[in-house]
């Protein structure tokens, strides 16, 4: 890999770790899971090392954090806030330990004691105290100086506005974490994301009145500058924070050696659910102060002290329910209501249990305690249960074999595997059963099928639970003065869901296909059929016929496609509300491709969230415009098309192969030229 290659992939990594930094620090609401963060600074600090001529000043091994918010005054730390090094196994505790050793020239690894403390996941702040008086508090910003947020730190019970204690430093900034209580959050989780979000909103509201209405706590862990602290160990020190009048964590400890740690890790991991705040690790601090102050720091972390994660992508967490939700193909899927934990940096209270099989295999019962497991936008699942937790006259989980609109649910048999399918469904019914029919609606008005903007799932559910719609033609028959005197409603919200409504009465033939909702019928076999049958007269005279000769020689549709098609028209409702449908919407025929377009010979892949634009009609334009689309990063590839929130393996794969990665507006620049 030649030099120049080499630094445009590192800067495009110290870019990305500059937007993630500002998008956590700055604005509280991060892009990535924290194991992608950590990951990404990883591969920075990894390329430096590889390669000596790279370096640049925004380097994780440089900075911390992000800059200071314009909002607040800036004022430098007395002592940097410095980040903490990162293990995730019991070989970076080996190597943690060996290094400090190697350090000190000393053969006492068995010998050093650390203290070990639970790591919350809250907003980092420095108190600065001179003769026992708490004269300003401020943020950790990039880690050299902060915003001053001292008036909203003054809004906080749990931090001493005057300290009386003999023993209280002449001067001294000590640090923590300020965060909000699980329970606490229930009262706010309509308003932010997560606790972490809601203590990092708080603490930058620019009236203090505010930031006191929050239920902000504070628990403090370690100290900057100090004058005169007379204590010869962290234990101790912590120890001197609860007698002064700080809240410390309770679940703090001194231990020796690296298998004790792991003991104690897997103890606190099993804690988690029962806290009462979110923990995303432990941090092991050399305890003896004078062996911190010798052993310093490496760049922007000490040496003396390293984080040891949880799994960002699991947790453990108890099921309090088991629901059974009907999909729109009538499939039944079983989701645990669980008691709110936060994986990923994302509080989940829903996961998935896939189906009764799924059920049966593992022995998933209401009330076990669970490990639930989330990556990336996969959706929160199950993935084993603690059966030592199990309570005595647990029963097991009943799949029902009737859907809620009282038709039994079957198995259907694959003619292929020769065996009946891991899913229990009620027959397909369509919008007769009024379960599939709501999610039907929900399909129908999504962004891949009218994309009406303004009606996601939670107006389908208002709606419909109101009797507003019942099938989709009743969308472009609403009673807009009855929705006008609803909760939450007005003249002007009802003008623009009238706009967005009537905006979408015009729709291309592939998409009206695919938001019909017909199982096995996804938008690429939709596009196929539209190709073919041209006009949606050719699509409902299929209705007609006794066969379905036209598309059996379609390449791409299969007898399970079909199949699918036939038992929707066999349907009366389903014919009645296609019928409905053609006479309000405009659907236009199928559009030709052009074969000598702009894209000619191009391949593309899509990655990420597009601004303004579907992921359903950037394909399309692709495709009008002569261009293929692919599904895999390979030497096939000429373009990767990268949008908000990409997939970061994507992109790695993309600039190994040399494959050249647009963002949005490069490639609309392609197709404009």
Same mark, same amino acid.
């Given at each position: 890999?030649?030099?120049?290659?080499?630094?445009?992939?590192?800067?495009?990594?110290?870019?990305?770790?500059?937007?993630?930094?500002?998008?956590?620090?700055?604005?509280?609401?991060?892009?990535?899971?924290?194991?992608?963060?950590?990951?990404?600074?990883? &591969?920075?600090?990894?390329?430096?090392?590889?390669?000596?001529?790279?370096?640049?000043?925004?380097?994780?091994?440089?900075?911390?954090? #992000?800059?200071?918010?314009?909002? #607040?005054?800036?004022?430098?730390?007395?002592?940097?806030?410095?980040?903490?090094?990162?293990?995730?196994?019991?070989?970076?505790?080996?190597?943690?330990?060996?290094?400090?050793?190697?350090?000190?020239?000393?053969?006492?690894?068995?010998?050093?004691?650390?203290?070990?403390?639970?790591?919350?996941?809250?907003?980092?702040?420095?108190?600065?105290?001179?003769?026992?008086? #708490?004269?300003?508090?401020?943020?950790?910003?990039?880690?050299?100086?902060?915003?001053?947020?001292?008036?909203?730190?003054?809004?906080?019970?749990?931090?001493?506005?005057?300290?009386?204690?003999?023993?209280?430093?002449?001067?001294?900034?000590?640090?923590?974490?300020?965060?909000?209580?699980?329970?606490?959050?229930?009262?706010?989780?309509?308003?932010?994301?997560?606790?972490?979000?809601?203590?990092?909103?708080?603490?930058?509201?620019?009236?203090?009145?505010?930031?006191?209405?929050?239920?902000?706590? #504070?628990?403090?862990?370690?100290?900057?500058?100090?004058?005169?602290?007379?204590?010869?160990?962290?234990?101790?020190?912590?120890?001197?924070?609860?007698?002064?009048?700080?809240?410390?964590?309770?679940?703090?400890?001194?231990?020796?050696?690296?298998?004790?740690?792991?003991?104690?890790?897997?103890?606190?991991?099993?804690?988690?659910?029962?806290?009462?705040?979110?923990?995303?690790?432990?941090?092991?601090?050399?305890?003896?102060?004078?062996?911190?102050?010798?052993?310093?720091?490496?760049?922007?972390?000490?040496?003396?002290?390293?984080?040891?994660?949880?799994?960002?992508?699991?947790?453990?967490?108890?099921?309090?329910?088991?629901?059974?939700?009907?999909?729109?193909?009538?499939?039944?899927?079983?989701?645990?209501? *669980?008691?709110?934990?936060?994986?990923? $940096?994302?509080?989940?209270?829903?996961?998935?249990?896939?189906?009764?099989?799924?059920?049966?295999?593992?022995?998933?019962?209401?009330?076990?305690?669970?490990?639930?497991?989330?990556?990336?936008?996969?959706?929160?699942?199950?993935?084993?249960?603690?059966?030592? =937790?199990?309570?005595?006259?647990?029963?097991?989980?009943?799949?029902?074999?009737?859907?809620?609109?009282?038709?039994?649910?079957?198995?259907?048999?694959?003619?292929?595997?020769?065996?009946?399918?891991?899913?229990?469904?009620?027959?397909?019914?369509?919008?007769?059963?009024?379960? *599939?029919?709501?999610?039907?609606?929900?399909?129908?008005?999504?962004?891949?099928?009218?994309?009406?903007?303004?009606?996601?799932?939670?107006?389908?559910?208002?709606?419909?639970?109101?009797?507003?719609?019942?099938?989709?033609?009743?969308?472009?028959?609403?009673?807009?003065?009855?929705?006008?005197?609803?909760?939450?409603?007005?003249?002007?919200?009802?003008?623009?869901?009238?706009?967005?409504?009537?905006?979408?009465?015009?729709?291309?033939?592939?998409?009206?296909?695919?938001?019909?909702?017909?199982?096995?019928?996804?938008?690429?076999?939709? =596009?196929?059929?539209?190709?073919?049958?041209?006009?949606?007269?050719?699509?409902?005279?299929?209705?007609?016929?006794?066969?379905?000769?036209?598309?059996?020689?379609?390449? $791409?549709?299969?007898?399970?496609?079909?199949?699918?098609?036939?038992?929707?028209?066999? +349907?009366?409702?389903?014919?009645?509300?296609?019928?409905?449908?053609?006479?309000?919407?405009?659907?236009?025929?199928?559009?030709?491709?052009?074969? &000598?377009?702009?894209?000619?010979?191009?391949?593309?892949?899509?990655?990420?969230?597009?601004? $303004?634009?579907?992921?359903?009609?950037?394909?399309?334009?692709?495709?009008?415009?002569?261009?293929?689309?692919?599904?895999?990063?390979?030497?096939?590839?000429?373009?990767?098309?990268?949008?908000?929130?990409?997939?970061?393996?994507?992109?790695?794969?993309?600039?190994?192969? +040399?494959?050249?990665?647009?963002?949005?507006?490069?490639?609309?620049?392609?197709?404009?030229?």
């Amino acid at each position: 890999m030649n030099e120049k290659l080499i630094k445009k992939q590192y800067l495009k990594k110290i870019s990305d770790l500059r937007k993630h930094n500002q998008a956590y620090y700055d604005k509280s609401a991060p892009l990535i899971a924290d194991t992608d963060y950590d990951k990404l600074k990883n &591969d920075i600090i990894n390329y430096e090392k590889k390669y000596k001529f790279l370096k640049n000043q925004n380097s994780p091994s440089l900075l911390v954090g #992000f800059r200071p918010s314009k909002n #607040f005054k800036k004022i430098k730390h007395k002592v940097p806030m410095l980040s903490l090094s990162n293990a995730f196994d019991e070989e970076d505790l080996i190597n943690f330990e060996k290094r400090i050793t190697n350090y000190l020239d000393k053969n006492i690894s068995s010998n050093i004691e650390y203290s070990a403390e639970p790591k919350i996941d809250g907003i980092s702040a420095s108190l600065y105290y001179r003769d026992g008086k #708490f004269i300003a508090g401020l943020s950790r910003g990039d880690g050299k100086e902060g915003e001053d947020i001292t008036e909203n730190l003054k809004t906080i019970k749990d931090i001493p506005k005057n300290i009386l204690e003999k023993n209280f430093p002449k001067e001294i900034d000590i640090r923590g974490e300020v965060f909000i209580k699980n329970s606490d959050f229930k009262k706010l989780s309509d308003k932010f994301a997560n606790p972490r979000n809601a203590a990092s909103g708080s603490l930058r509201q620019k009236n203090p009145s505010e930031t006191k209405k929050i239920p902000l706590r #504070f628990i403090a862990y370690t100290f900057g500058y100090e004058k005169n602290m007379k204590i010869a160990t962290q234990s101790e020190y912590l120890q001197n924070l609860s007698k002064w009048g700080f809240k410390t964590n309770p679940l703090n400890k001194t231990i020796k050696g690296v298998k004790n740690l792991l003991e104690n890790y897997k103890l606190i991991e099993q804690k988690r659910e029962d806290l009462d705040f979110d923990i995303d690790g432990i941090v092991y601090k050399v305890n003896d102060l004078e062996l911190q102050r010798r052993l310093g720091n490496v760049a922007n972390a000490p040496r003396w002290a390293i984080a040891h994660k949880f799994s960002a992508n699991s947790a453990i967490s108890k099921i309090e329910k088991i629901e059974i939700q009907i999909g729109r193909t009538g499939a039944l899927t079983p989701v645990a209501k *669980i008691k709110p934990i936060n994986v990923g $940096g994302v509080v989940v209270s829903n996961a998935t249990l896939h189906n009764e099989e799924e059920i049966t295999r593992k022995d998933i019962r209401v009330g076990d305690t669970v490990v639930v497991e989330r990556a990336g936008d996969v959706i929160p699942h199950v993935v084993s249960v603690d059966l030592n =937790k199990r309570k005595e006259g647990s029963k097991k989980f009943v799949f029902p074999t009737k859907c809620p609109c009282g038709f039994e649910t079957i198995k259907e048999f694959n003619e292929v595997s020769k065996k009946f399918d891991a899913v229990r469904r009620c027959p397909d019914r369509g919008f007769d059963c009024d379960k *599939i029919a709501k999610e039907k609606i929900k399909h129908f008005v999504s962004k891949e099928a009218l994309n009406i903007e303004g009606f996601g799932k939670k107006i389908v559910e208002n709606f419909w639970s109101l009797k507003l719609i019942k099938l989709p033609q009743d969308i472009f028959k609403l009673n807009y003065s009855k929705i006008e005197i609803l909760d939450g409603w007005g003249r002007q919200s009802v003008a623009n869901l009238k706009y967005s409504i009537d905006l979408r009465k015009t729709i291309s033939l592939e998409k009206f296909i695919y938001s019909l909702g017909i199982r096995h019928i996804g938008l690429e076999n939709a =596009k196929l059929i539209s190709k073919n049958l041209k006009s949606i007269k050719n699509f409902i005279s299929l209705s007609k016929k006794k066969n379905f000769d036209d598309l059996i020689n379609i390449d $791409g549709i299969g007898v399970t496609q079909i199949k699918s098609i036939k038992n929707f028209f066999d +349907n009366k409702t389903n014919l009645n509300v296609l019928l409905e449908l053609e006479k309000i919407l405009s659907i236009t025929n199928s559009i030709e491709f052009k074969k &000598d377009g702009l894209l000619k010979n191009k391949t593309f892949m899509l990655t990420g969230k597009l601004n $303004g634009i579907s992921r359903a009609e950037a394909k399309s334009l692709i495709e009008k415009n002569s261009g293929s689309i692919v599904s895999n990063v390979s030497k096939k590839l000429d373009y990767l098309i990268v949008g908000e929130k990409p997939t970061k393996r994507k992109i790695d794969n993309a600039m190994s192969l +040399n494959i050249k990665i647009l963002n949005q507006g490069d490639w609309l620049k392609i197709l404009n030229e």
